[in-house]
């Protein structure tokens, strides 16, 4: 069935923004983008929708966020990230069913769609249950699914990691696909982050990484003090030791960094790490109003465009 969709301006991307546009589809696909006038000769017979006062656009790309977490949104607005992770994430999480994780994944999916945005790169402990609502709602992107080696053996956790892609693949009908995120440098120890990487290669599977999003980051990385190593050292969480090298240098003597990785918020950088990440191709999902709401800081987008490093912009958590 052909619909001929005609608005004030269609906006192609590939081409100069048209005044009086349209938009021809067949079924699900685009036939013809032109003047209204030159399109509609194509068209004679077909439905029209003329949209007025709008602009046809391509869906925008949302490069990092977490829809579970949507039903989250206002616990807490006056937090910063290591803070506001256990008040707003963890501890009601505890309270959730995976159902109503899913529930929240809709929801945030809503969202999306509501905001014209089409395509998410998403990153979940629960990544089946987001690439179910994409799916539902017609989003598509990528499920990144979160790992954390906890208490668990490096084999045990990653097998069953292996289960969730393979479930998310199925989830996603065609729309979504599989990668994995070992959520930081911080928050796994260096085995399992080389391990996890290991995985993902042999499977083919993208990356991502959160990386560098506050001071304190740094701060653990080239001297194990300030706020997340007391954290670290209090929890007795098995990560990386003092290593005199920034998170980014860390990451990239791992292995880490590559066009098949993705790192989000990237804050802290100092001018090495901008080569770095540009020098291996890795992208960036610049996330600013998180960074502003939890006062991670500004990241230094100019130097990083103009390094040559690719930068798309993320929400991070709706929460
Ligand atoms: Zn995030």
Excluded at 45 to 57: K, P, Q, S
Excluded at 102 to 115: F, K, T, V
Aim: glycine fraction near 10%; proline fraction near 5%.
């Amino acid at each position: 069935m052909a619909l001929l969709l005609r608005a004030e301006w269609v906006v192609p991307i590939s081409g100069e923004p048209i005044r009086d546009g349209a938009v021809l589809t067949e079924g699900t696909d685009i036939v013809a983008v032109g003047p209204f006038e030159a399109i509609k000769k194509q068209a004679s017979g077909d439905e029209l929708l003329d949209l007025g006062r709008a602009i046809i656009m391509p869906g925008l790309v949302n490069a990092h966020s977490h829809v579970v977490y949507t039903v989250f949104r206002g616990l807490e607005d006056n937090m910063t990230l290591f803070g506001w992770l256990g008040a707003c994430i963890l501890g009601p999480s505890e309270l959730l069913s995976k159902d109503d994780f899913l529930w929240s994944a809709r929801l945030g999916c809503l969202e999306a769609l509501r905001a014209g945005i089409t395509c998410l790169a998403d990153a979940a402990p629960l990544g089946r249950a987001v690439a179910r609502a994409m799916s539902e709602l017609g989003l598509r992107g990528i499920v990144f699914k979160e790992v954390f080696q906890g208490e668990g053996d490096v084999d045990s956790v990653l097998q069953a990691a292996l289960r969730e892609v393979r479930d998310i693949a199925r989830e996603g009908h065609g729309l979504v696909r599989a990668g994995i995120s070992p959520h930081a440098p911080y928050s796994n120890p260096p085995a399992f982050l080389k391990a996890t990487l290991e995985l993902a290669r042999e499977e083919g599977l993208p990356i991502s990484l959160h990386l560098a999003e506050t001071k304190e980051e740094l701060e653990l990385f080239l001297e194990r003090k300030g706020e997340l190593a007391t954290i670290a050292d209090v929890l007795g969480l098995k990560v990386p030791r003092a290593v005199g090298k920034t998170p980014t240098e860390y990451l990239a003597k791992l292995g880490a960094l590559g066009s098949d990785v993705l790192l989000a918020h990237c804050v802290h950088l100092l001018d090495q790490d901008i080569k770095l990440i540009a020098d291996s191709g890795s992208a960036v999902a610049h996330c600013p109003k998180s960074n502003a709401k939890l006062g991670s800081g500004i990241a230094r987008i100019p130097e990083m465009v103009s390094a040559g490093i690719k930068v798309g912009l993320g929400t991070d958590s709706a929460a």
